[in-house]
C-alpha cells in the first residue's frame, strides 16, 4: 500500500522568502512522485514529477523537489516566493505499474505575505 | 486540443434526485478516473477506468456508478444524490505507457446536494 503525509496543512511566508513544503510518502516499491498545484477555484496543474530518473527534479515556475529514498521525502521548494505561488500543492505517489491510482497527500495551502 | 472537459461546471441537487457527470478526453488515453474533492482531504479516488467498457472500485466508490463506453467518454452517476456527496468532482486521464504516469485534470464539478 502507498500513502503520502503533508507534514504542513498550512505554510505561510513572505514574498521574496523561501518556499519549503514538506512531502513524506510510503511504498512497497520504487514510486513515481508528483506535485500538483491548485489555485483558488480552478482545476489541477501538474509542477514537476520523479520517475526513478535524477533525484533533484525541477518543475514549471522555479519550483524543484528532491526525491530521497533514505528520507522517505520529496519536499519542494522555491528560492524566492511570488504572490501568484499562493495556492494548495498537493503531493501524489503512485506505483510504476501503469494502472496503479494515484494517491494523493491532504494538501498544503500556501500563502504568500506582501 | 481540449483535453480533459467535464460538463457540468457547477450542479445544484435536491437530496433523492439523480444525475450524471460527464468527462471527455481527445489525447487517446486509456485510462480515466473520477475524484472527489473536500476540505482538508485531498483528492480521493471513486471509481477508474483501464480500457473501453472496464471499470474499477476507487477508494470511496459507494453511492455512485461508473461507465465507460466509450474510450473518450467517462460518466458518473449518483442514483439518488445525498448532501455527503456535495463535493467538487475531477475527472482525469493518463495514457497507457507504464514508464509514463502523469494524470491530466478536468476544470472540476461543483456539486452541491441540498
Known amino acids: 500500500a502507498q500513502s503520502v503525509t503533508q507534514l504542513d496543512s498550512h505554510v505561510s511566508v513572505s514574498e521574496g522568502t523561501p518556499v519549503l513544503l514538506r512531502c513524506n510518502y510510503s511504498?512497497?516499491?520504487?514510486?513515481?512522485l508528483f506535485w500538483y498545484v491548485q489555485h483558488p477555484n480552478k482545476g489541477l496543474q501538474l509542477l514537476l514529477k520523479?520517475?526513478?530518473?535524477?533525484?533533484l527534479v525541477k518543475g514549471i515556475n522555479g519550483f524543484e523537489a528532491e526525491f530521497k529514498k533514505s528520507e522517505t521525502s520529496f519536499h519542494l521548494t522555491k528560492p524566492s516566493a511570488h504572490m501568484s505561488d499562493a495556492a494548495e500543492y498537493f503531493c501524489?505517489?503512485?506505483?510504476?505499474?501503469?494502472?496503479?491510482?494515484?494517491?494523493f497527500g491532504k494538501g498544503t495551502r500556501l500563502s504568500v505575505i506582501a | 486540443n481540449a483535453g480533459v472537459t467535464q460538463t457540468p461546471k457547477f450542479r445544484v441537487l435536491k437530496t433523492g434526485q439523480s444525475m450524471t457527470l460527464l468527462c471527455a478526453q481527445d489525447m487517446n488515453h486509456e485510462y480515466m478516473y473520477w475524484y472527489r474533492q473536500d476540505p482538508g482531504m485531498g483528492l480521493r479516488l471513486i471509481h477508474y477506468s483501464v480500457g473501453e467498457g472496464t471499470t474499477a472500485k476507487g477508494e470511496v466508490p459507494d453511492g455512485y456508478n461508473v461507465s465507460r463506453l466509450k474510450k473518450q467518454n467517462f460518466l458518473l452517476g449518483l442514483e439518488s444524490a445525498a448532501p455527503s456527496q456535495t463535493s467538487v468532482y475531477f475527472c482525469a486521464s493518463k495514457e497507457m505507457r507504464i514508464s509514463y504516469n502523469e494524470q491530466f485534470f478536468g476544470p472540476g464539478t461543483r456539486l452541491t446536494v441540498l
Open positions: 511504498s512497497s516499491y520504487s514510486p513515481s
Open positions: 501524489v505517489v503512485s506505483g510504476l505499474s501503469g494502472n496503479t491510482p494515484l494517491v
Open positions: 520523479y520517475t526513478s530518473a535524477a533525484t
